[in-house]
T-cell receptor, first 117, second 115 residues
Framework: SQTIHQWPATLVQPVGSPLSLECTVE??????LYWYRQAAGRGLQLLFY??????ISSEVPQNLSASRPQDRQFILSSKKLLLSDSGFYLC????????????????FGPGTRLTVL | AQSVTQLGSHVSVSEGALVLLRCNYS??????LFWYVQYPNQGLQLLLK??????LVKGINGFEAEFKKSETSFHLTKPSAHMSDAAEYFC?????????????FGKGTLLTVNP
């Protein structure tokens, strides 16, 4: 069966410090990978998605970047954190294969709570 | 472009009462529809999904939803609320075209269950 891991589970960082959040998926090959953020009272915001190694699509301009160094590894980074980067970060995966297929069921990780002080 | 509207950001029911969470969508292609549940400080868990076929979909924990194309709705119901149902619920839609790799989420509905 497939599993998805995120770490760390919680993180408290000072403003201006770097960030690295990691997500790994087990039990599937060539998944699509996603990073979302939930800020308080603001729903789910898609930050990045990737359909293959080295392929990153950015949804919103911001202080963050993403990388996919391996097939089942997705990393969210920042060089200098802002207060507004605080939130709950969720990684997800899906296996949608063809552009004409719309069944994009996504499976979510447990999340990382980031507090920037 | 696709969009999802969840009516009511906060719904409060008594234990044992009917749960009804509303979701309306817009999509230019046949939609795939999903309901997810999120408990505090946890990831999202799939409750149920509509792909094709039967329009009444049954999910986990006694929830069900009915796809009504004419009303562009996919409301979530449960006949009798339990305290453990207290959580945030998200409706989502996906489909073909340029947004094929994405899910479009509603803003969520927080369900409170009162004893």
């Amino acid at each position: 069966s497939q599993t998805i891991h995120q770490w760390p589970a919680t993180l408290v960082q000072p403003v201006g410090s770097p960030l690295s959040l990691e997500c790994t998926v087990e039990g599937t090959s060539n998944p699509n990978l996603y990073w979302y953020r939930q800020a308080a009272g603001r729903g789910l915001q898609l930050l990045f998605y990737s359909v293959g190694i080295g392929q990153i699509s950015s949804e919103v301009p911001q202080n963050l970047s993403a990388s996919r160094p391996q097939d089942r590894q997705f990393i969210l980074s920042s060089k200098k954190l802002l207060l507004s980067d605080s939130g709950f970060y969720l990684c997800a995966w899906s296996v949608i294969r063809f552009r004409t297929s719309g069944n994009n069921e996504q499976f979510f990780g447990p999340g990382t709570r980031l507090t920037v002080l | 472009a696709q969009s999802v509207t969840q009516l009511g950001s906060h719904v409060s029911v008594s234990e044992g009462a009917l749960v009804l969470l509303r979701c309306n969508y817009s999509s230019s292609v046949p939609p795939y529809l999903f309901w997810y549940v999120q408990y505090p400080n946890q990831g999202l868990q799939l409750l149920l999904k509509y792909t094709t076929g039967a329009t009444l979909v049954k999910g986990i924990n006694g929830f069900e939803a009915e796809f009504k194309k004419s009303e562009t709705s996919f409301h979530l119901t449960k006949p009798s609320a339990h305290m453990s149902d207290a959580a945030e619920y998200f409706c989502a839609v996906s489909g073909g075209g340029g947004s094929n790799y994405k899910l479009t989420f509603g803003k969520g509905t927080l369900l409170t269950v009162n004893p």
